[in-house]
């Protein structure tokens, strides 16, 4: 038995917070973590845009969608699993890729772009950002980290200069504050202009710090 890959077509989908326009100025592209639905992920975001209609949230979703429990109910989305990995990575990198492609076209030229990954969505997020001529102004990385499979010299292509910031929860399940704190070295090792921020909270977003993220950006 030998295995065999074919390229294909399919759908794809995001969602947006805000109206795209000339007058846009910021572009912030938020990916979810496993198991979640990029519906209700981008609704922790919609605020920003309510407060400012400069602002456009986009949040696309990973291709893989599964039942939460048993055969029905509640359903998620994944980014990628270990099964056939290498060609799940390449598809959501072409997924991002156009996705970007086509909100950037309708912003104007000096639009400040934000990424943040939350949990699994950190992984995709940086190994799409080595893989696109899209350079952010920000990266934030939540309750997760960087890939260890990133090629060093293109996380350092990445990250030299770029403003990167790693968010944890004080009672995250899944990654410590020690754990963050490793992760800002190594990234500031490789030229990341790295800050950490932690909230009372576990393996959750939080108002609060988006909020003061916001903030930074303007």
């Known amino acids: 038995m030998t295995e065999h890959h074919l390229a294909v077509t ?31 992920f981008s609704r922790h975001f919609a605020f920003l845009a309510a407060a400012n209609p400069d602002t456009v949230i986009i949040a696309p979703e990973g291709l893989s969608r599964f039942y939460l429990q048993g055969n029905g109910g509640r359903m998620g989305a994944s ?26 076209a ?21 190994r799409w950002l080595t893989r696109t001529p899209i350079r952010p102004h920000h990266l934030i990385l939540w309750a997760g980290s960087f890939p260890e499979d990133v090629d060093a010299t293109l996380a350092q292509q990445l990250l030299s200069g770029l403003k990167t910031t790693l968010v944890v929860g004080t009672d995250d399940e899944y990654i410590s504050v020690a754990q963050a704190t490793r992760q800002q070295q190594y990234l500031a090792g490789l030229g990341a202009i790295s800050q950490l921020i932690t909230f009372a909270g576990k393996h959750e977003l939080n108002r609060a710090v988006l909020e003061q993220l916001a903030g930074s950006q303007r």
């Open 79 to 104: 980014w990628m699993t270990r099964d056939d990995r290498l060609h799940e990575i390449d598809d959501h990198i072409g997924f991002l890729n156009q996705l970007a492609e086509n909100v950037l």
């Open 106 to 126: 309708e912003c104007p030229v000096d639009i400040h772009i934000t990424v943040l990954g939350f949990s699994q969505g950190t992984a995709t997020v940086t």
């Open 10 to 40: 399919r759908t794809a989908r995001y969602y947006q917070q805000g109206e795209l326009s000339a007058q846009t100025r910021q572009v912030w592209f938020v990916c979810h973590g496993y198991g979640q639905l990029a519906a209700y």
